[in-house]
C-alpha cells in the first residue's frame, strides 16, 4: 500500500473516499503508521487486543449472534436487545475491516467467514435482512419507518461492507449488503411510486460511500433522494415530536441541530457526503448552519453532544447541563465523522480542532484503561448521591442492553489514522499531532514523513521528511505561542501553517501551559464556572483526590494559583466553603474558607477509582 | 355548620378530618369562609365561574365520560386519553363537591346525578370499575399493577366520593368506591393471600380520609397493609427503575425523595396519614426526613418539584435547573396536600410556609387569568428558541392528552379554606393571610374572627374577633421586622406569635419590601443569579418587558439599586452585555454595557403576552 495512489478512489483504503476530487484529499488508513507508543497509537492497540475482542464476544453473549441464527433455525434461543441489535454486528465487522486495513491482521479471518455466511443465510430472497423484523414482527417489514431502523441498520450494514472490501479486497458481505440496498432502490427509490426515508438517519452516508466505492450512480441518487424529501413530514409523529427524527423541516431549511442528536449528526454525515459529490452550494450553506448551531451553541467543553436525556436531544442554544448531560458516545462519533467531512468539503483547522478536543475527552473517556468497560453517557458532573441509570451509569459499564457504543468506539479507533493526515493541495496536511509515518502519495514525490512525539502530554513535534516537502500543519485555536523551529507561527487563513521540509527535523512546539476556560455568559449551567484545560485535554477534579470530610460541591477554584505539574495530573488550589443548610436566602456574605492543594486529572480518566463526585467545571472564587 | 363541632369528625367538612384527634385540628370548609374579593377568593370565585366548568366541558369533549358509557354499550366511540383517564373524572368530582362545601351550589346537582349513575352502570358485579381495563385491556385487570394505575383510579374515586358525602351527605358515589375498595381489600388486602399494591402512590391517603369518613378499621388497616409492604420490589421494574414508583426501599428505609415526584408526595400524604392515625415514631421519622430531602435539596423556588422529564423525577440534591424544571402542576398539589397534614402531625410554621409558597407561584402560575388554560410544567426560565413540548409548552393549554393537571388545580382551589385556619390547642390558628370570616368552634367560645388584607400586595393584615379570643399567627420565615399592633413580633419556638383579642382589631403587619433571595452554593444551575421576592411573590422578567433589541440573555442583575414599586409590578436595573459568538475561551475581561430600567412581574403572571424568554434567577452583576 506504500504510495497509494489517492485518486484511484476504488482502491484508496479510507472511510471517506471521495469520488469529486478537491483540493483535500484523504489518505489510505495503511498509509497513516501510527507509532504503537504515542497515545494515539497505544490506543489503537488497545482497541486491536481488547476493545474488538470484548465486542466480539459480547455478540455472542447478549445474543446478537443468536438473533440471527433464531431465525433460519440454527437457535432455539428467545430474540434479544434492542430491535436495531444487528448493527451492533455491522459495527464490529466495520472495526474489524479498519483493523485489517491497519495491521493486515488475519486473525478475525474465520470468525468474519462464520458471521457472514450466517448474515448471508438469513437474507431473504428479495434481499431484506433485519432479524428482529424478520423473527419478531415481520407484519412491519417496511411498515413503520418512523421506529423500526431498517435503513439504519442496513447503513452499518453497508460501511462495514465497504470497509471489508476496501481493507481484505473481501466482497462477500458486499454482495449482501448491494442486495438489500438494491430492494430498498425499488422500494423507496427515485423509481418507486412511494418515498420512504428511516427515523434514524445513517443509510444516506452509507449510501454515498456505496457509489464511491461501486462508482453506480443509483446509489448516490438513493442518497439524495433520500435527503431530499426528508422534512416532508412522513414520519408518524410520536410523543418526542418530528424534530426527534429531524422531520420537522427540509434539510435545507434545517439550519439548527435539534432533535435525537445522534440522527442529527449521521444525518449531517450524509448530508456533506453529498456535498462532496457535486450537492449544491445551499446544502453546504445549511451545513455550516448546522454547524455553527451544533459547536458554537451546542457543544460540551470535552466535546459531547445532546443536553437531554429524555429524547436523547440537542437542548436549546447554550443550554448545556453538566450532570444531566447526555452526551452520547455514538454523538462524539458521529460529530467526529461529520467534521472530517466538513474539513474535506471547505478545509478550514476548525474542524481538526473539533476532532482534536473529542478525541481527548469526550472519546477517550468513554472506555477504561481496559478498553472493555464503556460509558454510554458521559456527563461533565456526577454528584455523590446520583444513583445510576440505565444509560448513564455511575461506572463504565462491559455492555449496554442498547449497545450502540461500544462497537462504534472500536470502528473509530480502528479507523484513526484516516483523519490524522491528508493531502491539501500540493501539501501533506496534517491534522493531529501523534507518532506517526505516513506516506507520501506520488504526487507529492513519495517517500514518508515521520512525526515524532509524545503529544499532548507535550507540545514538542518533531517533523522530518524529504526536502521540498511542503507541510500544512493545523494550529490548534488554544495554542497562541506556537512556534515553527523556535520561530512565531503566522498561520494561513484557514488555521494551518505552511512550511517546506528543509531535509532535516522541524519542530512545531504547541505551548502546553494549563490554561483556565471560562463558558460563554449565556450557558446558565456553568455561570461563575471555570475549567482547566491543557492543550487538548480538559481536566477534571474527583472527591477521591479531596482532603477527608470535604465535599466537592463546598469548594470554590482559586485561578489566581498558577496549576502545577503532578505526575501526570495538575496541581490546583481550592477554597473550602461551609456548607448552608438553607436552600434560598438573603445575599449571603459569609463564604469561604481554608485553601487546599487539590490534583485534578484528565476528563479521560474519571470513574476509574472510587465512585465519588467529580467535576469538569469549578465554581470560582 | 357555624360553630360546627370539630370533634365530631363524621360531620367535618373538610379534605382531612383526623379521628386520633391531637392538639391541631382543622376547620370544616363551609367554616372558613373566604372574602371574594380577597386574592384567595377571587381565585376561588374564578374556579368556580371558569375552572370547574370548563374541565366538566372538556371531560365530555377528551372522551373520559365517553369511556364509561362504551364499555356499557351507551357509546360506540373509541376509547381515548391516558389509561388512567377515568381518575380525571373523579377529581372534577370532587372539585364540584369542595364547592358545594364551599358554596352550598346546586348548579352541579344534575351533572353530578349523570356522571354518578353513569359510574355506578359500568362497575362490575365484583365493584370493579375502570374503564381502560374494561373496556380495552381486560386482560390487565390487577394483571400489571405496576402500570395499570388501577388503584390510583381508586384513590381518586374514594377522594370524590369521601368529599361528596362530606359536603352534600350524598352517598352514592361512596357506595360504589366502597365497593371497589371491598374488592382490593379481598383480592390485596391484609387477609389475602398475595400482597399487591399501585405502580402510581395515592390510594393510600385516600384509604386513611375513607376510614376517618366511615370509622371502618378495615380501610386503615389496608393503607397500613399497603405502606408496610411498598417497598418489597412486587412491581415489576422497567427501564425507570424501582425508584421510579418509590418501590426500590420501604417506606421506613427510603429517607431520600426520589423517583416520580408526584408519586412520592402522594405517598408521603399517605404515610402521614397514617402516622396522624396513631402510626410510629418511625414513620414520622422517615417523613421528617423525606420532608428535608424535597424542600431543603430539591424545592424550586417557586414551590414546585421535580427536575427531569425523563421520568417527571426528583434530581439529585441540590439538581434544580430552571430551564428543564419539570415542575408538575400535580407535584405542587401533591407537596401541599403533604405539608398540611405534616402541619397536623407535628406543627411548626415551616409548612404553612411552603404551602404559601406554593399557592402564590408554582400553583398560581399553573393556570391563566381566564382559568381555562393550563401549564402542566411549571419551568422557572424559558429560552427564545425552546419550541413547545408536549408536556411543556411553551404557552398554557386548555387541556392536556394526560389531563391530570387542570381537575387538580380545580380540586386544591375549591378546598383552600381547609389549609387558612384551624384550631391549634386553645387557639384559632391563622396560617394564610387572607380577607376571611372564620367560624369560631365552641370549644373556641363560638363566634367568628374576621380578616381583612389584601396581602399579598400589602403586608397589613387586620383581624377582629371576640375579646379573649386566643389567636397563633404564622410569621413567615422571610417576614424579618413583622410587627402586631406596632410592636416587634417574637414568634414561638415553632414559628406561630401568640396573641390574645382584646375585642377591637389587631394589626399584624408583614414587611412586604422587595428582597434579592441567592441560592444555596450548591445549586449549580442557578450559581451567580439572584432571584426578586416581595412577600410570598416570586418574580421573573420577561423578554416583553426589555427595551427593542435587547436580550434576556444577556443582562445582569443590579442588586445595588433598590427596586421600586411599578404598578403591581417591581422596577429593577439590568446592566446589558455584549453577546461573545465563542462557547468557551479564556477568562474574559470585558463585560458590561448600559444599565436600563426593566418590570420585573410575579411569576404566576408570566406567559399572557408575547411568548418570548423568562427568566426567575438572574445573573447577577
Known amino acids: 500500500m506504500k504510495g497509494s495512489v489517492v485518486t484511484d478512489t476504488a482502491t484508496l483504503v479510507s472511510p471517506v473516499a471521495p469520488r469529486a476530487l478537491g483540493v483535500r484529499r484523504p489518505l489510505a488508513v495503511p498509509a497513516v503508521r501510527i507509532t504503537p507508543s504515542a497515545r494515539l497509537g497505544a490506543w489503537q492497540a488497545r482497541n486491536a487486543a481488547a476493545t474488538i475482542p470484548h465486542c466480539i464476544g459480547q455478540l455472542e453473549e447478549a445474543g446478537n449472534l443468536d438473533n440471527f441464527r433464531r431465525v433460519i433455525g440454527e437457535s432455539d434461543a428467545q430474540w434479544r436487545g434492542f430491535w436495531f441489535a444487528d448493527s451492533d454486528v455491522y459495527k464490529t465487522i466495520e472495526a474489524v ?135 416532508s413530514g412522513l414520519l408518524k409523529v410520536g410523543g418526542l415530536g418530528a424534530r426527534y427524527f429531524q422531520d420537522h423541516a427540509t434539510v435545507r431549511e434545517s439550519r439548527a441541530a435539534v432533535g435525537h442528536a445522534v440522527r442529527q449528526l449521521y444525518l449531517n454525515a450524509g448530508v456533506t457526503d453529498l456535498v462532496l459529490e457535486g450537492g449544491d452550494d445551499e446544502l453546504l450553506d445549511a451545513m455550516r448552519d448546522q454547524w455553527d448551531s451544533a459547536h458554537h451553541r451546542k457543544m460540551y467543553l470535552t466535546g459531547a453532544f445532546g443536553s437531554r436525556h429524555r429524547d436523547e436531544a440537542f437542548g436549546d442554544d447554550y443550554e448545556l447541563p453538566s450532570d444531566r448531560a447526555y452526551a452520547e458516545t455514538c454523538a462524539t462519533i458521529a460529530d467526529l465523522h461529520w467534521n472530517w467531512r466538513m474539513y474535506l468539503a471547505e478545509g478550514g483547522s476548525r474542524y481538526g480542532d473539533v476532532i482534536e478536543r473529542e478525541l481527548y475527552n469526550a472519546l477517550a473517556a468513554s472506555l477504561d484503561e481496559t478498553g472493555t468497560r464503556f460509558f454510554y453517557s458521559n456527563p461533565l458532573q456526577l454528584r455523590p448521591d446520583r444513583y445510576s441509570e440505565e444509560n448513564a451509569p455511575r461506572e463504565r459499564t462491559p455492555w449496554y442492553a442498547c449497545a450502540c457504543c461500544p462497537p462504534n468506539i472500536a470502528r473509530v479507533f ?150 502545577g505539574e503532578a505526575d501526570g495530573a495538575l496541581e490546583i488550589g481550592l477554597i473550602t466553603r461551609t456548607p448552608d443548610g438553607v436552600l434560598y436566602g438573603p445575599i449571603s456574605t459569609s463564604t469561604t474558607g481554608e485553601a487546599v492543594a487539590v490534583r485534578a486529572i484528565p476528563f479521560h480518566t474519571w470513574g476509574n477509582r472510587a465512585s465519588g463526585a467529580m467535576r469538569v467545571w469549578l465554581p470560582s472564587a
Open 97 to 231: 475491516a479498519w483493523e485489517i486495513a491497519r495491521t493486515g491482521t488475519h486473525a478475525f479471518d474465520s470468525w468474519l467467514d462464520d458471521v457472514i455466511a450466517l448474515v448471508g443465510r438469513v437474507q431473504e430472497a428479495d434481499g431484506y435482512v433485519m432479524t428482529w423484523i424478520q423473527g419478531v414482527h415481520p407484519e412491519k417489514k417496511f411498515a413503520e419507518l418512523d421506529w423500526t431502523h431498517e435503513m439504519y441498520v442496513l447503513g452499518h450494514l453497508v460501511q462495514a461492507a465497504v470497509a471489508l472490501d476496501r481493507a481484505a479486497g473481501r466482497g462477500d458481505l458486499l454482495d449482501i449488503a448491494v442486495r438489500f440496498v438494491d430492494l430498498v432502490d425499488r422500494t423507496f427509490g427515485p423509481g418507486a411510486d412511494q418515498v420512504g426515508y428511516c427515523g434514524h438517519p445513517e443509510l444516506e452516508t452509507a449510501l454515498v460511500e456505496l457509489y464511491r466505492h461501486t462508482g453506480e450512480d443509483r446509489f448516490l441518487a438513493l442518497a439524495r433522494h433520500q435527503i431530499d424529501h426528508r422534512g
Open 414 to 563: 480502528a479507523q484513526l489514522g484516516a483523519y490524522v493526515a491528508s493531502v491539501d493541495g500540493d501539501a501533506l496536511a496534517l491534522h493531529q499531532y501523534t507518532g506517526v509515518e505516513v506516506d507520501l502519495p506520488v504526487e507529492l514525490g513519495g517517500g514518508a514523513v515521520t512525526v515524532h512525539t509524545s503529544y499532548p502530554d507535550d507540545g514538542r513535534v518533531e517533523i522530518s521528511g524529504p526536502a521540498g516537502v511542503k507541510l500544512r500543519l493545523r494550529i490548534p485555536a488554544w495554542a497562541a505561542g506556537a512556534t515553527i523551529d523556535g520561530a512565531a507561527v503566522s498561520p494561513a487563513a484557514d488555521g494551518y501553517a505552511e512550511v517546506v521540509l528543509g531535509g532535516g527535523t522541524l519542530v512545531l512546539d504547541l505551548p502546553l501551559g494549563a490554561r483556565w476556560t471560562s463558558p460563554n455568559h449565556r450557558i446558565d449551567a456553568v455561570r461563575g464556572c471555570l475549567a482547566l484545560e491543557r492543550g487538548p485535554v480538559v481536566y477534571c477534579v474527583e472527591e477521591a483526590d479531596l482532603p477527608e470530610g470535604v465535599q466537592l460541591a463546598d469548594t470554590l477554584v482559586d485561578p489566581t494559583r498558577t496549576p
